[in-house]
């Protein structure tokens, strides 16, 4: 059950980056391939503040958000508005992820850094296995973002529009709402809840500045898995991958860790090519 | 005209052979009063560890000059050291390399700080010059005498495996694990710590790899685990180094950790908490490899000697282990003495002499036991100790647990 634990604890840190890699996407169709370097930056901020000016928890959480929302709403405004189509975003998008890495590693060096976790350090025995509590936190906070977000969107006038927008931009704009601003703010948006969870990621997976290049590509299959605009299908994906690459590399050892991952990865787009959660969208022609 | 051309053509050639014969003097090491240049390599504005490790480079080869400058110099020579800023990128390093080799003050010997890129992109050059060289990093042919004659390596992993037999014979295991990273040096060091302790009649239960990007070592602990090894060989570096140990925390799993020489380099087992995590019960089983010169009060007095030299310099902001160039500095100026003259391949032949290795008196390794036929680097088992993480003073590590 350890490795079972493990490999959730895992799958939540993906399921978290593509969470908000489709919370974009819904808003823009973007695909930000920086999403998880402004993760990173989350992580990096936590450090800093915790450990090098040791501030208050809140506080904390409050420069996080703040700082990564800025960062994101600069990517929006440099890297995503100027660019008219989605093919080149893929481009601009991961520059400002190349740009990220490198600034990151200027600023606080290629060692990693200890993010302490404000509740218990503790390993706790649950279900026949040992887990930290930070863990069991990530895995709750995938889940109730889910929860929450899918709630948002079927509730508030904002989701409403965003499924709008997602199902027909130009439609969606006739209807008098704003989606240039719309797709900014939840750009923006997905900064903020990205630097919120580097004080949650930081504690399981230190601050380092290697950390954007290893999520970011398992976010990306954990989005396909579950399919793209699918939040439910994020979180669903992102556990798929963190038990299949805990389990494979346990039985079949660590060399077919990736390739396992892959080979559900393939399954899932032959079997479902919209992901387990996408929707097929008929076009009138 | 013909005997004008004759006449033309003699000079010519008496010219050749008086400029030829002034080579030969001055290869000779005749001009005492001529700089010996050295020249070291390093990425000073490169990112992060690499500076760092750079930093402690370039620091320990100064400090080399000092120490020889005030014992006479290399063949009577007063040492000039020029640092080359490669930025940690081979293309930059070549480059300046041509720089230097194609000006007025062209080095009389190069030291390499790393990565071992960088040698591999500068030794053929060095090689086409004639020019002498110390290589920190080294690749996979630069100790062969055959290829680089006038090349020599200050490190290499064959000889930390020699010291993990003797270690693991000391500690009478007669089965230990191993978990190393993907990395070229990570595949090295763990195959060759299979081989190595077979060999030695030391089972070997399980032999375990885990992606440098993973975040989770898990799965590949709790396989080793369940084939209960006495001990665990660690390879690790960085990040991973953090993600091993809370993975065996998270496995209850208590056994003793023999971490290699680049678990040692990793600031987080260094430093106390909040920062990293010395002092913890995650590294309560963990030792590390490395050199005595790197400890305080196990090196001989030349490591004494070294830190004194590099401390009256500036701080040093990494590990000894980075201070090999020291080492470079010292044994060229024993060669010299030994060949009488700075000719760089009389020198590369006085090198591979024991007596001149002893007569160094090298700091971070006592001996490299360089050979006529194997120009990398042999040291001691003897030359390295395990010991429990501790913070860095001076760049050495404390002898004791947290010290």
């Known amino acids: ?285 | 005209m013909t005997r004008r051309l004759a006449a033309a053509a003699v000079a010519a050639g008496a010219a050749l052979v008086l400029a030829a014969c002034g080579g030969g003097t001055e290869a000779a090491g005749g001009d005492s009063q001529k700089p010996y240049r050295v020249l070291v390599t390093g990425g000073v504005s490169a990112q992060g560890v690499l500076a760092a490790n750079s930093g402690t480079s370039i620091l320990s080869t100064k400090a080399g000059a000092d120490v020889v400058n005030a014992a006479g110099g290399v063949g009577g020579r007063p040492v000039e050291v020029t640092v080359v800023d490669d930025a940690g990128d081979p293309t930059q390093a070549l480059t300046r390399i041509r720089e230097a080799i194609n000006s007025d003050a062209k080095p009389d010997l190069v030291l390499m700080s790393g990565p071992s890129t960088i040698s591999a992109a500068i030794l053929p050059v060095l090689n086409q010059h004639d020019i002498l060289s110390f290589c920190g990093a080294p690749t996979a042919d630069s100790g062969d005498p055959g290829k680089f004659p006038l090349n020599f390596d200050l490190s290499s992993p064959a000889d930390s495996v020699a010291a993990y037999v003797a270690e693991v014979k000391r500690r009478d295991y007669t089965s230990v694990g191993i978990i190393h990273g993907s990395s070229a040096y990570g595949v090295g060091i763990g195959n060759g710590w299979e081989k190595a302790l077979t060999e030695a009649g030391v089972t070997v239960v399980g032999n375990e790899e885990y992606d440098v990007a993973a975040l989770d070592m898990t799965p590949q602990l709790q396989s080793l685990q369940s084939r209960q090894p006495q001990a665990l060989l660690v390879d690790g570096y960085g990040a991973p180094v953090g993600y091993l140990l809370q993975s065996k925390d998270r496995l209850g799993w208590s056994v003793p950790m023999m971490g290699d020489l680049s678990v040692s380099a990793t600031s987080l087992v260094t430093n106390p908490p909040p920062n990293g995590v010395l002092g913890t019960p995650q590294v309560a089983d963990l030792t590390m490899q490395v050199p005595k010169g790197a400890v305080k009060n196990q090196g001989a007095p030349p490591a004494d000697e070294m830190v004194a030299a590099m401390t009256r310099i500036g701080p040093i902001p990494t590990s000894l282990l980075n201070a090999v160039n020291y080492d470079a500095v010292k044994l060229a100026a024993a060669a010299a003495a030994d060949a009488g003259s700075t000719d760089p391949q009389a020198m590369a032949e006085s090198v591979t002499k024991e007596s001149v290795q002893e007569a160094a008196k090298t700091a971070v390794y006592s001996r490299y036991a360089f050979t006529p036929t194997s120009h990398a680097s042999n040291a001691l088992p003897t030359d390295y100790t395990f010991i429990p993480p501790s913070t860095l003073k001076d760049g050495r590590f404390g002898s004791g647990a947290g010290s």
Request: net charge neutral; no cysteine.
């Open chain 1, 1 to 285: 059950m350890t490795l079972v634990w493990s490999g959730l604890a895992l799958g939540a840190v993906y399921a978290l980056v593509a969470i908000g890699y489709n919370l974009v996407y819904l808003s823009s169709h973007t695909f930000n391939f920086a999403q998880a370097q402004l993760m990173m930056v989350g992580t990096f901020v936590a450090y800093t503040g915790l450990v090098v000016l040791r501030l208050p928890v809140v506080v904390v959480a409050i420069l996080a958000i703040v700082v990564v929302a800025l960062a994101a709403a600069i990517e929006e405004r440099v890297a995503v508005r100027p660019v008219p189509d989605h093919q080149t975003q893929l481009v601009t998008t991961l520059g400002v992820a190349t740009v990220l890495n490198g600034l990151t590693q200027l600023i606080w060096g290629g060692q990693p850094l200890t993010v302490p976790f404000f509740g218990s350090e503790d390993l706790v025995s649950l279900l026949g296995g040992r887990v930290y509590p930070v863990e069991l936190v990530l895995i709750g906070l995938a889940v109730l973002l889910v929860v929450v977000l899918a709630w948002l969107a079927n509730r508030s006038m904002l989701g409403i529009a965003l499924i709008g927008m997602a199902e027909d931009r130009d439609a969606t704009q006739l209807l008098g709402i704003d989606v240039r601003k719309i797709a900014f703010w939840v750009f923006a948006a997905s900064g903020a809840l990205a630097g919120a969870l580097g004080l949650f990621v930081g504690p399981k997976t230190y601050a380092v500045a290697t950390l954007g290049a290893a999520l970011a590509l398992k976010g990306f299959v954990a989005l396909a898995i579950g399919g793209f605009g699918s939040l439910p299908g994020a979180l669903v994906g992102g556990l798929a991958v963190g038990l299949v690459e805990s389990l494979a590399a346990r039985y079949l050892g660590a060399e077919f860790s990736n390739l396992a991952v892959f080979v559900l990865l393939l399954v899932v787009l032959m079997t479902r090519p919209t992901g387990l959660f996408g929707r097929l969208r008929e076009r009138v022609v």
